[in-house]
């Protein structure tokens, strides 16, 4: 069962390049999160999705851009890289939500961008 | 405003002691839930327990623990008997109720070091 599936685990972008992160999970999960992680902070959540065509703004959206075509697939965009999207970005998936329920978020490997 | 707060950068233990992680936690919601996640030097994500607010007894998951006091907004994960490989960063986070559909809020993490 491969879970969250990642990639590219490392890239490194020149500034204004556009590139996308592939995510993908085999769980059947309604649910899926993109999040950035930026030395020494938590993880804060770029956008989310609740179901095949259905995307919403997290926390730190600007500079980014996601669809879901598929229930298995939500690639993170980003147009114009600047080097404040340095980071490690994070795709996660659960399942239903709602209340103080004990719904994971499983976390695929995580992708490591550098902007230069 | 939901948030999560651990106060301690770092943490060090000797192995085969207990060592405990403070988080503390703010929210107006009579209905969350509350989480840890181990991120080790390989940059993963991986799931160490969870506490709903209506749970009445503290979670427990092996040699993971949760103290969980709700008066005191506190959160605090427990582990027994060290081990050198639970050397890692550590990560409370909050389910949140509304707003971004079963996001996670995370606090900054701890960092510790198991000594031998």
């Known amino acids: 069962n491969a879970g969250v599936t990642q990639t590219p685990k490392f890239r490194i972008l020149k500034i204004g390049q556009s590139m996308t992160l592939q995510c993908t999970q085999d769980?059947?999960?309604?649910?899926m999160y993109w999040y950035r992680q930026d030395p020494g902070m938590g993880l804060k959540l770029i956008y989310y999705?609740?179901?095949?065509?259905?995307?919403d703004k997290g926390e730190v959206p600007n500079g980014y851009n996601v669809s879901r075509s598929t229930t298995e697939d939500f690639p993170l965009r980003l147009e114009l890289a600047a080097p404040s999207q340095t980071s490690v970005y994070f795709c996660?998936?659960?399942?239903?939500?709602?209340?103080?329920?004990?719904?994971?978020?499983?976390f695929g490997a995580g992708s490591r961008l550098t902007v230069l | 405003a939901q948030k999560i707060t651990q106060t301690q950068p770092g943490m060090f233990v000797q192995e085969k002691e207990a060592v405990t992680l403070d988080c503390t936690y703010d929210?107006?919601?009579?209905?969350?839930?509350l989480f840890w996640y181990k991120q080790p030097s390989s940059g993963e994500m991986i799931f160490l327990i969870y506490?709903?607010?209506?749970?009445?007894q503290n979670a427990t998951e092996g040699r993971y623990s949760l103290n969980f006091q709700k008066a005191r907004k506190s959160a605090n994960l427990v582990i027994s008997a060290s081990q050198l490989g639970d050397s890692a960063m550590y990560f409370c986070?909050?389910?949140?109720?509304?707003?971004?559909?079963?996001?996670?809020?995370f606090g900054k993490g701890t960092k510790l070091s198991v000594k031998p």
């Open positions: 996660a998936s659960s399942t239903r939500t709602g209340g103080s329920g004990a719904n994971v978020l499983t």
């Open positions: 769980m059947n999960h309604n649910y």
């Open positions: 506490q709903g607010s209506y749970d009445q």
């Open positions: 999705s609740v179901g095949a065509g259905i995307t």
């Open positions: 986070a909050m389910r949140e109720t509304g707003g971004s559909q079963g996001n996670l809020i």
């Open positions: 929210t107006s919601d009579p209905s969350y839930g």
